[in-house]
């Protein structure tokens, strides 16, 4: 199982965990009692991390062992951007348009980093698989060029010999 299909079923299971430790007080009545929302809602976002897990993990197996190298950053500004932008406008609607709108450009900032982030993992992607499968056919054509140019300087000196061989 993949690392990131064993954080969702973990978490998963931590929730359930936290919701059969609810089944005792089921029975308490009064303010201090459960409300079926509280083990419901608990519950289902078990089932929805378990489910969640269940899906990654099938297409981490699906991928198979000869995909090639994934470039993962470490950490993402543009990321962090995105969020307090979306956290500002959320916040607007309280404080008012100007927050909105200041969130707006705040979003539309980190949207430009993710896009920026993405073209570079594709190109540093694409330099690794030519990196790899590449360092071969970089030296078969650096070899096929070494060969036509010692044929050509064969093919020159020849010439030059019977030049001078000649009188010439």
């Known amino acids: 199982m993949k690392r990131a299909a064993i954080v969702l079923v973990g978490w998963g ?3 359930g965990a936290m919701t059969a430790l609810q089944a005792p007080f089921a029975s308490v009545k009064g303010p201090f009692g459960l409300h079926p929302i509280e083990y419901v809602m608990l519950g289902s976002a078990s089932i929805g991390c378990l489910l ?3 899906v990654v993990w099938a297409l981490d197996t699906r991928a198979g062992p000869d995909e090639s190298p994934r470039v993962i950053a470490d950490g993402s500004l543009a990321t962090a951007t995105l969020t307090v932008g979306l956290a500002l406008a959320l916040l607007g ?3 008012g348009l100007w927050l909105i709108l200041i ?3 705040v979003t539309a900032l980190g ?3 993710l896009v920026r982030e993405g ?3 594709r190109r540093a992607q694409r330099s690794a698989g030519q990196g790899a499968q590449g360092s071969a056919g970089q030296r078969a054509q650096r070899s096929a060029r070494q060969r036509a140019q010692r044929s050509a300087r064969q093919r020159g000196q020849g010439a030059c ?3 001078r061989g000649s009188g010439r």
């Open 93 to 95: 609607a309280g404080f």
């Open 52 to 54: 969640a897990g269940a």
């Open 111 to 113: 949207l430009g980093g």
């Open 103 to 105: 969130g707006a450009g």
């Open 119 to 121: 073209l570079a993992r």
């Open 161 to 163: 010999e019977r030049t």
């Open 13 to 15: 299971l931590l929730l």
